[in-house]
């Protein structure tokens, strides 16, 4: 079947997917537009009459095609590059704007949602993303967020719960860039050590546990997946990812990995990009190498485990066949025609594995919160850089000023702002 061939209207699968995409949403745990309103709008969306979401856009995603393609929960990923230009630099104490960068992708996803209440609507759980989709008579798309790489928390887990608060279900342990969490695959590709998960990192996905913030293993290092997956107490998410076995890409997941995901109850949501499908021998990438990615994972481990995550608007161009949020009913149709599955085993991949995992997470947050409170540590490394008149504010208790290793700088005085030797009021005596 070419990649441009439909399956035909009236026959036995087009009618049954139909009637199954009236009872079970398709969901997109991975969607870069956000970063499109960044980097070509600033966030203007009022003050740019040349935009409009309710109509085609030329971009891979507008309301348009999320109805065609029937998507009935839609995750859009904030992300924000990594600190520096250098994407192997272990130089993570550098200051950056990354977490005001991060949250105006958070705030962008809020407006465009309330301008558009008509057809979309913000959840915060699992059970809120299917009851939208559900709801008598609602044509509202379900909206929820991920932040694509723990570099934009900027060394601490206040943010990681700040961003939980508002509304951000998953956090993918790194992009493309180490952190002092985790170990990226890019990194490894660059020849650096894999190093997995750093015992600060353990810490993080015990707190995202306690949270019921989805761990995403999208981007990271191949030992950093095995150590999550030895660490976490909830299931994990692959919010982008191929698999390696039929994509030799660091990025992609390896059969191991793929095994012990089967265990922990995870699900992978296989990514559009297509370096990342692109088999050995063709020449084009197609829908039907997402097909087989798709393929090996339920082979493999089974319709439990396998989702979508496109990575719309944040690659160049889509495979043939899947050039937009349009396409999804002919992959759901495609996978279909080539495995024979049930109904129920496609509903899984549509979107209630994810679904599934979701509210598990959220499960497993509600029974740690019991015996767990927040975990309060930093990363061993942070610099901690106080002026030096910080000093003559009052202590907490006696000794409290020697408890921590800070550094201190005599550049401001409190009274004043800036710090001098005292020769330029001398020198304005002298004068008058």
């Not at 949501?269 to 692109?278: D, G, M």
């Not at 087989?292 to 160049?316: N, Y």
């Amino acid at each position: 079947m070419d990649a441009h061939t439909q399956i035909p209207p009236g026959t036995d699968i087009e009618r049954r997917f139909e009637a199954l995409s009236k009872r079970f949403p398709i969901v997109d745990t991975h969607n870069d537009f956000p970063y499109a309103l960044r980097m070509q709008l600033h966030y203007e969306l009022s003050s740019t009459p040349q935009f409009d979401f309710d109509s085609l856009l030329t971009s891979h995603t507008d309301l348009v095609r999320m109805r065609e393609g029937r998507i009935g929960v839609q995750f859009f990923s904030c992300w924000i590059e990594c600190k520096t230009d250098d994407i192997l630099s272990q130089d993570f104490n550098q200051p950056s704007s990354i977490v005001r960068d991060t949250l105006e992708q958070i705030d962008v996803v809020r407006r465009l949602v309330d301008e558009h209440s008509g057809a979309l609507r913000f959840v915060h759980t699992a059970d809120e993303a299917l009851a939208c989709f559900q709801d008598q008579g609602s044509t509202q798309i379900a909206i929820t967020l991920g932040v694509e790489g723990l570099h934009q928390v900027d060394l601490s887990l206040g943010v990681v719960r700040q961003y939980h608060a508002l509304g951000v279900r998953y956090i993918t342990l790194t992009h493309n860039c180490d952190n002092p969490f985790a170990t990226a695959a890019s990194s490894v590709t660059g020849g650096l050590s894999d190093r997995g998960l750093t015992v600060y990192g353990r810490e993080c996905v015990r707190e995202m546990n306690r949270l019921g913030m989805m761990v995403d293993l999208s981007h990271v290092s191949h030992k950093t997946m095995l150590d999550v997956l030895a660490t976490t107490q909830a299931p994990v998410l692959f919010s982008h990812s191929s698999t390696y076995a039929l994509t030799a890409h660091e990025r992609n997941v390896r059969d191991d990995v793929l095994l012990l995901v089967k265990k922990n109850g995870g699900v992978v949501c296989i990514n559009f990009f297509p370096e990342f499908l692109q088999q050995r021998g063709r020449a084009r990438v197609t829908i039907d190498d997402a097909v087989a990615h798709i393929r090996h994972v339920v082979e493999l481990i089974g319709w439990d485990h396998v989702g979508f995550g496109s990575d719309f608007d944040g690659i160049p161009q889509g495979p043939v066949g899947l050039e937009d949020v349009s396409k999804y009913p002919d992959l759901v149709k495609r996978v279909w025609a080539a495995t024979g599955a049930s109904e129920e085993q496609v509903a899984k991949m549509m979107g209630m594995n994810v679904l599934r995992v979701w509210k598990q997470c959220e499960l497993v947050a509600a029974r740690m919160r019991q015996t767990h409170g927040p975990v309060d540590s930093n990363w061993d490394q942070r610099r901690w850089v106080f002026h030096e008149y910080c000093k003559e504010l009052p202590e907490l208790f006696p000794g409290a000023f020697g408890l921590k290793q800070n550094e201190y700088t005599d550049t401001q005085t409190l009274v004043n702002g800036t710090a001098h030797d005292g020769s330029e009021d001398d020198a304005a005596h002298a004068k008058n």
